[in-house]
């Protein structure tokens, strides 16, 4: 009796396994496909009304091979960096680098260093940023360490004495710019020239070309002169420019973005963002919206704004919005225009400001031309009168900073950071912080304030603290960026290459399509060489692929080709433990066990050799983790990841299937058991 109780126990675990292991799946696949999921959920949720929860939609974080992207090359000139200071400071522009990358919403972006021999390079891989130039100018020049104290000075104006200065200077800019364009003139390559003397980082490296622009640009000259030229055409004289002196020679033409020209009617209400002259509750603001929108034809339009609408200034503009593209609007307002007809007026539309009724006047698909530029800058006002920016520049820089280290408050056990300067910053610091006692000294590394601790007394030892209750990890980190700035390393471009979204979709379809192959293939094989235990780990084999896929999508790991090529390798892994267990199974059968028996004894004895094989593997993917290039790395997570979830598949989904099933057959095993081992041969 106690042996039967036994036995239902023990039957009554695996049947939960049974439920554990398909819960496990239908889990797993929800994870990697949740926007097929949510489409069930929502049906069902609108059929039942379960309230049943909505999966979180995330995409898999492809790579620069598969999405499409930049790939830019930077080399490090440590020449006049002592060689002890070298890593560090390298470190420190791939970190300064990293921010500036996250800061403008690149996805998973990949920033690494490297070095050959004496040479420090600084890898920069953006998946998404298609534009090569776009991105050299996101990353931009050597990081600048600064400290800035408030600013004080009063606004003024030129003097005469700047006036003639600026006008002279100005004047020597215009002839250095035409003498310019006449060496191009005269049959120098413009590549070659802007190379030379292009006062435009971007320009100078690219050989003058600067991509495509809109008529968003900022100057509307440079557009126009584009828009009235040919393909090839230079400009016959510099164009003059706020900033400076422009040679141009125009590329090819594109189609751009939709451009929208509209005007609208503000109704805002009390609490509404940015109403200072609200007249009206939110309900009486929407009823007088609508009243207008009845009332509201083309040619009444701009008098209606004039009259009624709580923008500022539509009294003078009659409501006009101008010329906008995507991204420019809120997005209910982006929505509502966009997906009306040119000449339609619509509305009420609200946003955080109110009800809009709006009138879209014209669309049209903007042309976009390729340039290339010669810039040579003028001096401006704004370059000579001071600042009036909150901070103003002081002295003292990156350049006197000897160095940055985390150490801890002795007293309150408090991380801050220790800065010690040379004589001359010791001698400059002392000064600003003798004249700012009780202000505010702020610390900008890469033009934004990582730091502005209040003055408390002067200092004149030439040493700081920065306090700011930070953990180890942010103090680390602050320091590093305080090393990069007091360790300026300046970097050049020295090669760059952008990956199509189209050559990354293809590399992408035809990896999914070679790894669903060859699993079909594995499948087919396993189901008519292995006959019933090969069905068994066909069905081990979906369970894996789905889990892996989504604990790959969960870590966030970045799929490349090479992580591909990982996956579908460990595949041939996890097949291969099933192999072996299905050997060791006939082995056992050939030899007279029963049943039970020789399952037990299979997984037993096969184990052995299964975690021999993968823990060599694994090894070996530590080692290229460790020590490999990024597509190595790639290739190494994504096989270890997939050799321990093969290892769990085989051993534990397997063994609890077949375990399942050996029941429903008689003590000896037959031909669905034996596969390619003729029951004969017993």
């Known amino acids: 009796m106690a042996r039967h109780t036994i036995k239902q126990q023990l039957r009554s675990k695996i049947r939960w ?74 470190e ?15 996805g998973e972006p990949n920033v690494q260093t490297s070095k050959e021999g004496d040479t420090y390079r600084v890898l920069v891989e953006l998946p998404g940023v298609t534009d090569v130039h776009a991105a050299i100018a996101m990353i931009g020049e050597t990081p600048i360490l600064e400290f800035r104290e408030e600013n004080t000075v009063p606004p003024r104006e030129l003097t005469v004495e700047e006036q003639k200065s600026m006008e002279a200077y100005n004047t020597d800019v215009k002839k250095r710019a035409t003498d310019i364009l006449a060496r191009v003139t005269a049959g120098e ?16 490296i690219n050989g003058g070309d600067i991509g495509f622009i809109g008529s968003n640009v900022v100057f509307p000259e440079i557009y126009n002169w584009a828009a009235s030229a040919s393909e090839g055409d230079i400009t016959a004289r510099p164009i003059e420019t706020a900033t400076g002196f422009e040679i141009l020679k125009r590329g090819g033409e594109r189609g751009g973005e939709v451009e929208v020209t509209a005007s609208h009617i503000l109704i805002c209400y009390l609490g509404a963002q940015d109403c200072t002259n609200a007249l009206y509750t939110k309900d009486e603001a929407r009823a007088k919206a609508e009243e207008l929108y009845l009332e509201a034809t083309a040619n009444n339009f701009a008098d209606l704004a004039k009259q009624h609408s709580t923008e500022p200034g539509a009294d003078g ?36 400001f109110g009800f809009h009724v709006i009138y879209k006047q014209s669309e049209e698909e903007a042309v976009e031309y390729q340039l290339s530029r010669i810039f040579v800058a003028k001096q401006t006002p704004e370059s000579i009168l001071p600042s009036q920016d909150p901070w103003m520049l002081t002295a003292l820089s990156g350049k006197q900073l000897e160095r940055a280290e985390v150490v801890t408050d002795q007293q309150t056990g408090q991380i801050q ?66 090393n990069a700035g007091a360790l300026p390393v300046p970097v050049n471009l020295v090669s760059q290459q952008t990956v199509g979204p189209t050559l990354g979709a293809a590399s992408l379809d035809a990896s999914l399509r070679a790894g669903l192959i060859g699993m079909i293939l594995v499948m087919v094989f396993m189901i008519i060489y292995y006959r019933l235990p090969g069905c068994i780990s066909v069905i ?13 999508k969960r870590i966030g790991v970045t799929l490349t080709l090479a992580g591909i090529a990982g996956f579908i390798l460990s595949i041939g892994m996890a097949v291969d433990a099933n192999v072996l267990i299905f050997e060791r199974l006939k082995e056992e059968l050939k030899d007279g066990k029963s049943l039970k028996s020789a ?32 597509f190595v790395k790639g290739f190494a997570i994504t096989l270890g990841i997939g050799i321990l979830v093969s290892m769990f598949s085989a051993i534990t989904i397997t063994r609890i299937m077949l375990r399942f099933v050996v029941p429903w057959f008689k003590e000896q095993g037959n031909i669905l058991f034996l596969g390619a081992q003729k029951s004969s041969e017993l």
């Open 317 to 352: 503009t009659g409501g006009s919005l101008g010329t906008f593209r995507k991204g420019q609007m809120v997005p209910a307002f982006e929505e509502a225009i966009f997906s009306a007809q040119a000449g339609e007026i619509i509305g009420p539309v609200e946003t955080e």
């Open 417 to 482: 950071i220790s800065l010690v300067f040379d004589s001359e910053g010791g001698a400059l610091f002392k000064d600003i912080t003798e004249r700012n006692i009780g202000k505010q000294v702020a610390i900008f590394l890469d033009g934004s304030v990582i730091s502005a601790p209040v003055v408390q007394q002067a200092i004149t030892d030439g040493r700081a603290v920065i306090t700011g209750g930070f953990d180890l990890a942010e103090a680390r980190l602050l320091s590093q960026r305080l």
């Open 92 to 106: 420190g522009v791939r970190d300064v680098i990293e921010r500036r990358v996250n800061g403008i919403g690149v």
């Open 540 to 552: 081990s084999l979906v369970i894996y692929t789905a889990l892996t896929l989504a604990l790959l």
């Open 17 to 90: 396994g049974i439920v554990g292991i398909f819960a496990l799946l239908f889990l797993s696949l929800a994870y990697d496909m949740p926007t097929q999921f949510n489409r069930v959920i929502h049906t069902i949720n609108n059929t039942v009304a379960l309230g049943l929860p909505i999966i979180p939609e995330k995409d898999f974080a492809l790579g620069l091979d598969l999405q499409g992207g930049a790939h830019l090359i930077y080399e490090a000139d440590t020449a006049d960096i002592d060689p002890s200071d070298r890593p560090v400071a390298v």
């Open 599 to 630: 399952v037990e004894e299979g997984f037993v004895r096969a184990w052995t050799s299964i975690r021999d094989g993968n823990v060599s593997t694994l090894l070996t993917c530590a080692l290229l983790m460790f020590f490999g290039s990024s």
């Open 189 to 204: 390559v413009f590549e070659a020239v802007a190379k030379d003397t292009s006062e435009d980082t971007q320009s100078s």
